[in-house]
């Protein structure tokens, strides 16, 4: 489909563990967004991507924490030595960079970290 | 400090009443505001957008307002409905960039 694609749609993890979450923005959308919602809590924003921009990183919570987006399209958000509390569900999106842009979401991926 | 603040963090209404949701922002120049819907399990969807000329749009049972003066946006559900329940986010744009709020949670009980 032509929409913002995540993958995996669930992943279960051992403490400790390495996890890489996919992102396939829609084509052509130079800005990226990835977002993560905690069991009952708000959407906490995480890294923003602007084409050949520096990313915003400043709201990944630790360096355990990283993401890259290849080429200016696909991004992948990486989480080391994974704890309980980075359980969660991991938004990404995307949007074109002009003025009335609307931001598409994905599926979003939901890590649980046993 | 979140440049755009939503309240309540959530909220529970009965079927057929309804509710007005608040978002207040910072950030500056502004570009537009929009207000998404997320139903559970589902990434969130646009339901409005609204520029700074712009003081109420409405989507069927969903009216938003904006005072660009004060910084200030609302929306309303109207004779909410079962499915009305899910999480709405404000998204403020400027400078090319979005800046998203926290959401509010809205559960319709029958």
């Known amino acids: 489909g032509a929409g913002v694609s995540q993958s995996p749609s669930n992943k279960v993890t051992e403490k400790g563990k390495d996890v890489e979450l996919r992102c396939d923005p829609i084509?052509?959308?130079?800005?990226l967004y990835w977002y993560r919602q905690s069991l009952g809590q708000g959407l906490e924003f995480l890294i923003y991507?602007?084409?050949?921009?520096?990313?915003?990183k400043s709201g990944l919570p630790s360096d355990r924490f990283s993401a890259e987006r290849t080429g200016g399209s696909v991004s992948t958000l990486t989480i080391q030595r994974t704890q309980q509390e980075d359980s969660a569900v991991y938004l990404c999106?995307?949007?074109?960079?002009?003025?009335?842009?609307?931001?598409?979401f994905g599926q979003g991926t939901r890590l649980t970290v046993v | 400090k979140n440049q755009v603040e939503q309240s309540p963090q959530s909220l529970i209404i009965l079927e057929g009443k309804n509710c007005t949701l608040q978002?207040?922002?910072?950030?500056?120049?502004?570009?537009?505001l929009r207000w998404y819907k997320q139903d559970t399990g589902r990434g969130p969807v646009s339901l409005t957008i609204?520029?700074?000329?712009?003081n109420t749009k409405s989507n069927g049972r969903y009216t938003a307002t904006l005072d660009a003066d004060t910084k200030q946006s609302s929306l309303h559900i109207t004779a909410s409905q079962l499915s009305d329940s899910a999480s709405y986010i404000c998204?403020?744009?400027?400078?090319?960039?979005?800046?998203f709020g926290a959401g509010t949670t809205v559960t319709v009980r029958a």
């Open positions: 999106a995307s949007s074109r960079r002009n003025p009335s842009t609307e931001a598409f």
């Open positions: 084509s052509g959308h130079t800005a």
């Open positions: 991507f602007q084409g050949n921009s520096a990313p915003d």
């Open positions: 978002c207040n922002y910072t950030v500056s120049p502004f570009s537009n």
């Open positions: 609204m520029t700074f000329s712009e």
């Open positions: 998204v403020v744009s400027f400078d090319y960039k979005l800046s």
